[in-house]
């Protein structure tokens, strides 16, 4: 079983900090405990509600073997996210979303393979064909690359869904996940629409200890998918391993 985020430590990351009362989208009402000083303060009981259901959803994606796609492109979120994501061993972006990273998968798999392209003519001792200059541009346009694509480079097909941070800032990605009917997760502060997704989050988006407070919850959900999804595929093994058996036994 996973562990259960405290109140406590939700208090001590800031996560029930919203914004100012003027800032407020009207939407986030349920998720709204009380008003401070003209502040906002998110209801904790909701976020660890919603927190529950979200992490749910992520473990079930993940022991089907589908992927979560973890956003967050802001400079307080970025390193957290990214640094989770890969303790998940699930793709991420965290420098820039580009238009149709989603929509158009395609486009965007093949701007991958070009960057694996590149990094094995780069690795390749043997290549002497290649001028100074050359590698030199080459290495650029790599470090380019990888920058925006590096998160997503094993995702070979679109992913079940999307966990974002701020759903108004990833505003674009949301947007192309609900074109293509994928599942869309996100912390939602005080100022932003909880309706837009299908899991909110309602949680302070700005503060770096909220926003890795929430996405390792996340993160430990998907690996505990991933577990689940080890045992299930022994399990199978060894119950085939078992009928084989008691056929050649029968025989």
Not at 220 to 234: H, S, T
Request: with cysteine; net charge positive.
């Amino acid at each position: 079983m996973m562990e259960k985020i405290s109140h406590k430590e939700m208090l001590e990351a800031g996560v029930h900090f919203g914004h100012l009362k003027r800032k407020w989208n009207p939407k986030m009402l349920p998720y709204i405990f009380a008003e401070r000083k003209g502040i906002h303060l998110i209801d904790l009981n909701k976020t660890s509600e919603t927190l529950e259901e979200a992490a749910h959803a992520v473990r079930q994606i993940v022991k089907s073997g589908r992927k979560v796609l973890f956003v967050a492109t802001k400079k307080q979120a970025k390193e957290v996210v990214k640094a989770e994501a890969k303790r998940a061993n699930m793709p991420f972006v965290t420098e820039r979303w580009l238009g149709g990273m989603l929509t158009n998968f395609a486009t965007i798999r093949r701007s991958v393979k070009k960057m694996e392209s590149i990094r094995k003519l780069l690795d390749d001792k043997s290549t002497t064909s290649l001028t100074k200059k050359e590698r030199l541009l080459l290495s650029r346009q790599l470090q380019k690359l990888d920058m925006v694509l590096g998160g997503i480079e094993h995702l070979n097909r679109v992913p079940a869904a999307v966990y974002v941070v701020d759903i108004t800032y990833e505003d674009i990605a949301i947007k192309e996940a609900k074109k293509l009917g994928i599942r869309t997760l996100g912390m939602v502060d005080t100022n932003s629409n909880p309706n837009s997704i299908d899991f909110p989050i309602p949680s302070n988006d700005d503060a770096a200890n909220s926003i890795h407070l929430i996405t390792r919850c996340l993160a430990e959900a998907a690996i505990a998918g991933a577990q689940d999804r080890a045992q299930m595929k022994e399990e199978n093994a060894k119950s085939e391993e078992k009928e084989s058996t008691e056929e050649k036994a029968s025989e």
